[in-house]
């Protein structure tokens, strides 16, 4: 990760499909779910530290 302001950059659901078509799936899941794509690698986990 980097420490550049601009390293993260905002993007509003209705651009998923046209930027990151891999994650659409997983923005239905349940609150306390995260998940992780990076290439070929994909998990899916229950936080319950984020749910309160």
Not at 16 to 35: T, W
């Amino acid at each position: 990760m980097s420490e550049d302001p601009d390293f993260f950059k905002p993007l509003h659901v209705s651009h998923v499909r046209e930027y990151l078509p891999e994650i659409e799936q997983y923005l239905s899941l349940p609150p306390g779910f995260r998940f992780l794509v990076a290439g070929d690698y994909e998990d899916v986990w229950y936080d319950p530290e984020i749910v309160m």
